[in-house]
């Protein structure tokens, strides 16, 4: 049977909305119908008959919908081949390394979600920003900032899922030196400490060279995101400065003696989730070939 997605005409969306024409087998369309992603005016959500052609109709940023992992919708610009590869190589020990696969996948689940969850945040910040401004009223300024902090949060711990992820996925090879047996343990795992980890052990391999670059202090994007997720998680929400050629910004503080200042426009988290995707998707092609070399 065909099923095919597109987006709702009659409900307001992005340009270009989306238009997806995916085959599913009968069971999943069932399935997503019954998990509420909608039928089509006139249509129930009943299990459709065999080579059947059911409509939903999804109201979704057209980033949306694209990929699918584990029945996840994923956003487009998600590097789903090497994350799924690297599941499709490690699966067989999964049955003999229970606890240490028991880490990864929960690392590897959280990649996922917490990619996700920037996404839609980063969407939903820049139609607010294009609706009502850098400077709207408290109600929509409340919204924007909390779509800021959840995009912020969201996206580094994407980067240290991905860390957690693959330091547990090393114990799965068989490293005793990465295992993660108690709370301290799981504590101490992040992109630096696994760099770290990696350059005494796995020193030179492509995996260590690509997490090196993202944690050296001269990589000013991953530096920035940092301070900013500290910067909101724990130090609170500043006030933005205006001027009449467009917003300069918020969070103007004095860093080493530098004021840093972040400029409130569409392209905020935009171009944020742009460095975010491309950074994900090395070192997820580093980690899929260290994977291989490990594992077959």
């Known amino acids: 049977m065909t099923v095919e997605i597109r987006s709702n005409p009659a409900r307001p969306s992005r340009p270009d909305p989306l238009f997806r024409r995916l085959v599913f087998s009968e069971q999943a369309a069932y399935a997503h119908a019954r998990a509420g992603w909608g039928a089509a005016p006139g249509r129930s959500a009943s299990r459709p008959a065999p080579r059947s052609t059911v409509r939903l109709h999804v109201h979704a940023p057209p980033s949306m ?3 699918y992992m584990g029945g996840l919708a994923m956003p487009s610009d998600f590097p789903a081949e090497p994350f799924e590869a690297i599941l499709e190589t490690t699966r067989k020990h999964r049955e003999s390394t229970l606890a240490a696969w028991g880490e990864f996948a929960s690392g590897w689940n959280a990649l996922c979600w917490r990619y996700k969850a920037a996404a839609e945040h980063d969407e939903t910040f820049t139609r607010s920003v294009q609706q009502d401004g850098p400077g709207p009223e408290p109600e929509a300024r409340y919204r924007q900032e909390n779509q800021l902090f959840t995009f912020f949060v969201a996206g580094l711990s994407a980067l240290e899922a991905f ?8 114990w799965v090879s068989g490293d005793a030196a990465f295992a993660l047996k108690t709370e301290n343990d799981r504590k101490r795992v992040d ?43 724990h130090r609170g929400s500043h006030g933005r400065h205006h001027q009449t050629s467009g917003p300069t910004g918020w969070a103007r503080r004095e860093i080493d003696g530098e004021p840093r200042e972040i400029h409130i426009d569409v392209e905020t988290t935009a171009r944020r989730r742009a460095w975010l995707s491309t950074t994900l998707g090395e070192l997820l092609e580093a980690a899929a070939l260290f994977t291989r070399e490990r594992f077959d």
């Open 163 to 170: 860390a957690y992820g693959m330091w547990a996925l090393v």
């Open 65 to 67: 919908f694209v990929k």
């Open 191 to 233: 992109l630096r400490t696994l760099h770290a980890k990696l350059a005494l052990h796995y020193s030179a391999t492509q995996l260590e060279v690509e997490v090196g670059r993202v944690v050296n202090p001269t990589n000013s994007a991953f530096e920035e995101w940092t301070w900013l997720r500290n910067t909101l998680a």
